[in-house]
């Protein structure tokens, strides 16, 4: 089996292993910093109404820290090795690490306060497995019972495959008919971090440009490049539903081609679902675009000097 999709089809099984792993309850009112995925899950939570400080870990660093040092934060780096969250270790008195590898130079540091694993197992290809099993961690770090979402998940699974696999037709075929020159994923709330999400992974994989945003954002000007742009709507059952159907509408009538991610799941434990097309789609694209690698450039890791 190909390595890439098997990662994506360990999805399930992975978030169960989360669901049974006790995760003691993760400090309020601190910064949450990482890079990526890192970032994009606590970011979800934010827009959940969880009172926490997510940052990306880079513009921490470079920007807000100051030279001071506070007294507790919680790192985030799935393979516990990224630059930037690794810079930040000597910010703080004490830190919460959050990672796949308890091993790591993130989880080993003197300040360490406690580890938290999202027992993701090894991941060599986009965030998958790893996405969602550190929106689960935070899920029940803050409180959260995700056990019915992720029955769900497991239920629904080959639903979401079969769906990501049309949306990758789909996606390429207006790209063989129309001069696309812009890709955008939209989300609202908790999902913005899945447009996100899905943005990066959609670009990693097919090496096309995909531009994720919050819906509302959009709305405030990027709109205006709607003909000949492809634009995938996040949709849930939360406060912005209507307006995004609304504004999928008056984009589509001024030529943009517009598709939808839809779930009825609840709006908070949606973002444990929304995401999994975006995985099987961004596979089966570059599948069919012939990309054999994920990482030319650079690799999994972002290792900054």
């Not at 630059?83 to 004490?94: A, G, I, M, P, T």
């Not at 993701?120 to 689960?136: I, M, R």
């Not at 939360?238 to 779930?263: C, D, M, N, Q, W």
Request: net charge negative; charged share 15%; hydrophobic share 40%.
């Amino acid at each position: 089996m190909n390595p890439v999709l098997n990662e994506i089809l360990e999805i399930p099984a992975r978030a169960i292993d989360a669901l049974n792993t006790p995760v003691d309850a993760l400090p309020l009112h601190v910064t949450y910093l990482g890079m990526g995925s890192s970032y994009f899950a606590p970011l979800a939570f934010k827009y959940i109404g969880v009172p926490i400080n997510p940052e990306l870990a880079s513009e921490y660093y470079y920007y807000l820290a100051k030279g001071k040092k506070v007294p507790l934060a919680v790192l985030l780096s799935q393979s516990g090795r990224s630059s930037e969250v690794l810079w930040c270790r000597e910010l703080f008195e004490q830190y919460v690490a959050v990672s796949n590898y308890t091993d790591s130079d993130l989880c080993t540091a003197p300040n360490v306060a406690r580890v938290v694993p999202i027992g993701a197992g090894d991941e060599h290809y986009s965030s998958s497995k790893t996405y969602v099993n550190t929106l689960l961690t935070l899920f029940k770090g803050f409180g959260f019972d995700p056990q019915s979402a992720v029955a769900l998940l497991a239920d629904r699974f080959e639903q979401y495959r079969q769906q990501g696999q049309q949306l990758a037709d789909q996606l390429l075929a207006v790209r063989n008919q129309y001069p696309i020159h812009g890709m955008y994923v939209t989300g609202s709330g908790p999902n913005i971090g899945t447009a996100y999400e899905a943005a990066l992974i959609l670009s990693e994989s097919t090496k096309l440009n995909f531009h994720g945003l919050p819906m509302a954002q959009y709305d405030h000007g990027p709109k205006e490049t709607a003909q000949n742009s492809i634009v995938i709507q996040i949709l849930t059952k939360g406060p912005a539903y209507e307006r995004t159907r609304r504004l999928s509408e008056t984009i589509a009538k001024a030529g943009a081609h517009v598709f939808t991610v839809e779930t009825d799941v609840e709006e908070p434990f949606s973002v444990l679902h929304t995401i999994v097309p975006f995985n099987f789609a961004a596979y089966y694209m570059a599948e069919k675009l012939g990309i054999g690698e994920t990482f030319v450039v650079g690799g999994k890791v972002t290792e900054a000097d």
